[in-house]
């Protein structure tokens, strides 16, 4: 390494952010990006360790350690500490096919895992990891880089997520003929419709979709499978499919007047939010103006709702979680290098706090009952409060009694996850799932292949649900299977 005192002589600095007040009056990106010298400087404080495990990319006792792309994370940090950013761009392009979404909205399992991060701040991987990439577009060394010759072989992709944007960039660079369909009216998925502008703004999925458009790939949208085209048609026009079709089977609150007008799926208010932009936020098809929002579940996506309702102008917004709050400090069963399950202050909760001076998450607490007008419109919420307790060796969830209460609220959104992916598309392939409701694969871990000729799964909708780097990792293990399927098929009929 190029300076070996680094991670003792300089402290961890994240990217900046706008002010909170400032930013909820708009939908852009709220992060700053930091200058050449202090960049410098955080790369300088990867420590050269013997192990690094920020690359690792494992899954243990479901949590993550390391990065699932297994970025070349310290050779780039180093590269960085020296301002040599176009090499730095070379290694990370080598591993991660759009760092611009992972720097971004990844979580940073390899922070988690970094070594320094045992009894210290670890390096600041995700913000270098974003400037290499920014730095790559503005330099031009992130540009079309069409294949020199194609295969004849082609590939439909359904589902132009993280997932299927992967799949369909590496098969494209290996020559094949790749058609994306997307059943929405923009490609990307989640990435355009699952996350909010503020913190993935949606010039940046358009600026990689288009460099994918000009490099070869088809993207066909508003175009459900089994309405619009049909298996056979995709089987019969194409030598092997990809399944990306993500998991978005909504997990729903079982509640008395759950059918209450101005209950949504968090989703169905974040995609209708971001739609919105491409004409006038004010005219969002669910706007909470001047409401009292209440979001149940604690997740990421519940943040986002938060975040959301805030830029809308909400007369107030209260996040419901039923598990208690995160520990400051590591527990004993969440031990380095497993991803830290502490205590954050994340972007919407920052702006709750300026805004209202209050942390808008409530914890321990359970929603029984929505309470409704003559109208049928929701009035509020009737909550109790619960507890973890073991019994017969595991955990439960028990009601207190006398912690009953009830919350007013105009709008609710329920951010309680899912429960694997959507049925549509996998009944009509007649796909074999397993136990969770996720498409089979012959080996759940290493083999996409599905119990379709031809026809195989990756992302979200074979793994359940995730991060966007594990789709990535994921698009680009089922195109090297896809890519050896179809150079045995034609090897078969050379033969």
Not at 47 to 73: A, K
Not at 158 to 165: K, N, T, Y
Request: net charge negative.
């Amino acid at each position: 390494m190029g300076y070996l005192r680094g991670f003792i002589d300089y402290s961890r600095e994240d990217q900046q952010t706008r002010d909170p007040i400032d930013r909820i009056k708009d939908w852009g990106e709220y992060t700053i990006r930091l200058d050449e010298d202090e960049l410098q400087r955080q790369g300088a404080r990867c420590m050269d360790c013997g192990t690094p495990f920020c690359h690792t990319g494992i899954s243990f006792n479901q949590s993550d350690i390391g990065c699932p792309v297994n970025n070349f994370i310290p050779e780039w940090n180093e590269l960085v500490s020296e301002g040599d950013w176009q090499h730095a761009f070379e290694r990370l392009k080598e591993t991660n096919n759009f760092p611009e979404f992972t720097g971004r909205v990844c979580p940073a399992p390899c922070e988690g895992s970094c070594t320094l991060a045992i009894n210290d701040d670890p390096v600041a991987i995700k913000t270098i990891e974003n400037e290499i990439i920014e730095r790559g577009f503005e330099n031009g060394w992130e540009q079309a880089n069409p294949p020199a010759h194609r295969t004849g072989k082609q590939v439909a992709v359904v589902g132009s997520g993280p997932a299927g944007l992967a799949a369909a960039d590496q098969l494209n660079q290996q020559g094949h003929t790749v058609t994306v369909y997307e059943r929405d009216d923009r490609p990307g998925g989640l990435l355009m419709y699952g996350i909010p502008n503020m913190k993935l703004e949606k010039e940046t999925v358009d600026r990689r979709v288009k460099l994918l458009e000009e490099e070869g790939v088809t993207f066909v949208c508003n175009t459900s499978v089994g309405e619009d085209i049909t298996r056979d048609e995709l089987k019969a026009d194409n030598d092997a499919v990809i399944i990306c079709t993500g998991s978005q089977q909504h997990r729903d609150v079982p509640a008395d007047n759950r059918d209450s007008n101005g209950i949504h799926f968090a989703m169905d208010y974040l995609t209708e939010a971001t739609k919105s932009l491409e004409h006038d936020p004010d005219q969002a098809a669910i706007h909470a103006r001047g409401k009292n929002v209440i979001v149940i579940g604690g997740g990421d996506t519940g943040a986002d709702c938060v975040a959301t309702a805030l830029r809308q102008e909400c007369a107030r917004v209260v996040q419901f979680g039923k598990h208690p709050a995160s520990p400051e400090e590591r527990d004993d069963d969440n031990p380095w290098p497993l991803f830290p399950m502490t205590f954050k202050l994340d972007y919407g909760y920052q702006e709750a706090v300026e805004a209202y001076d209050e942390d808008p998450r409530k914890y321990e607490i359970l929603t029984k009952a929505f309470e409704t007008n003559e109208n049928g419109d929701v009035t509020s919420l009737k909550t109790v409060r619960v507890e973890k307790v073991e019994e017969g060796g595991r955990l439960v969830t028990k009601e207190l009694p006398g912690t009953e209460e009830v919350w007013e609220a105009d709008l609710v959104f329920v951010a309680i996850g899912f429960t694997g992916p959507e049925r549509d598309v996998l009944d009509h392939f007649g796909l074999e799932l397993d136990d969770r409701g996720r498409i089979w694969t012959v080996d759940g871990t290493n083999d996409y292949r599905t119990s379709d000729d031809n026809v195989f799964a990756a992302g979200d909708a074979r793994r359940g649900q995730s991060l966007v780097v594990w789709a990535i990792r994921e698009g680009r293990e089922v195109a090297e299977q896809v890519d050896t399927y179809l150079a045995n098929e034609t090897e078969q009929v050379i033969i």
